[in-house]
């Protein structure tokens, strides 16, 4: 398929492409991830460059994807500890004057009626390229494994073994990576926390939520948490920080994080391996996966994903 990848903020784009772009959606309570709503419009505003959408030759938007740009000196240890970690330092970042040596894919989506055409695979490589030529030696990106919703019950750390009976990676998202030459290098704290009301999890949701106790929801990755004294909820799931063993394809772990006693009901996103992956100029892109555990915790919610390193 023909395309070509252009800055998001170069044209205006109409509802119906938005819509169609978007089509498949997310959870609704992907929204309510406070901590980075404080810092998301500095990110539009500061780095609209990292920011790109592929064009068909009908000029419609087919894919789009972003990032920001980081520190980061290449260790585990440093790493953001998910998805709202990395966009504070980069706004920190930029006003403490500190320089970027790294890019965070921070998302990236595909119009739902062109999904198998090999388009998140192309947008990832451009932005990849976009660092390149940006003079940044790596990229991370926190990643959101597409079946880990199916199985919500399953740790991450399992799940992340699953692979077809072709050997292949189970989860189409871990799959497109490790094509790119990706192997998995760690685990990593959690990404998003998400919070919100027991009443605003119910609309979330879509399903009554009686009484305290755990709850498989659509489209969570792990079990929503919810505690109708305290009126929490969240969605859970165990991360492990040490690497798992690599295998072919490698594994991908990730978990939720526990919330503190006193935030609303809350869902959290993880990002649970890191991924090493040859760029075409022979340097590295390393994924790694990030997910954060807090004690106390509330209703919460958390996503099984990894970040991406590039030179």
């Known amino acids: 398929?023909?395309?070509?990848?252009?800055?998001?903020?170069?044209?205006?784009?109409?509802?119906?492409?938005?819509?169609d772009l978007f089509s498949d959606g997310f959870p609704a309570f992907i929204i309510a991830d406070k901590l980075a709503k404080q810092y998301i419009g500095r990110v539009r505003e500061w780095f609209p460059e990292w920011n790109l959408t592929l064009v068909d030759t009908?000029?419609?938007p087919v894919a789009a994807g972003w990032g920001i740009p980081v520190r980061w000196d290449g260790t585990i240890a440093d790493l953001p500890s998910g998805y709202t970690d990395a966009i504070i330092r980069a706004v920190e970042g930029r006003e403490q004057g500190i320089a970027a040596d790294t890019l965070v894919i921070c998302g990236a989506v595909a119009a739902g009626r062109l999904k198998g055409r090999g388009l998140a695979g192309r947008l990832l490589a451009d932005l990849r390229d976009t660092d390149v030529e940006a003079g940044l030696p790596r990229v991370i990106a926190p990643v959101r494994p597409t079946l880990k919703q199916q199985y919500p019950l399953t740790p991450a750390e399992i799940f992340m073994t699953w692979t077809r009976p072709d050997g292949a990676a189970?989860?189409?998202w871990i799959r497109t990576h490790l094509r790119l030459g990706a192997t998995i290098l760690a685990a990593a704290p959690a990404s998003q926390t998400m919070t919100g009301t027991v009443a605003e999890w119910e609309e979330w949701s879509g399903i009554a939520l009686p009484s305290s106790g755990d709850y498989v929801i659509p489209r969570g990755l792990s079990v929503l948490h919810?505690?109708?004294e305290a009126d929490p909820g969240y969605l859970r799931r165990t991360q492990h920080l040490d690497p798992p063993p690599l295998k072919r394809p490698?594994?991908?772990s990730s978990s939720p994080r526990r919330?503190?006693?006193g935030e609303a009901n809350s869902a959290r996103s993880t990002c649970p391996v890191s991924v090493k992956l040859t760029s075409r100029q022979g340097s590295d892109l390393r994924l790694a996966n990030l997910v954060e555990t807090r004690d106390?915790?509330?209703?919460?919610?958390?996503w099984p994903g990894f970040t991406v390193q590039v030179p």
């Open 250 to 252: 490698p594994a991908v």
């Open 1 to 19: 398929m023909a395309v070509t990848a252009e800055r998001t903020d170069a044209r205006e784009w109409s509802d119906g492409q938005m819509a």
């Open 170 to 172: 189970l989860d189409p």
């Open 226 to 228: 919810i505690d109708r």
């Open 58 to 60: 009908e000029q419609n």
């Open 259 to 261: 919330m503190h006693r």
């Open 296 to 302: 106390n915790c509330l209703p919460q919610l958390s």
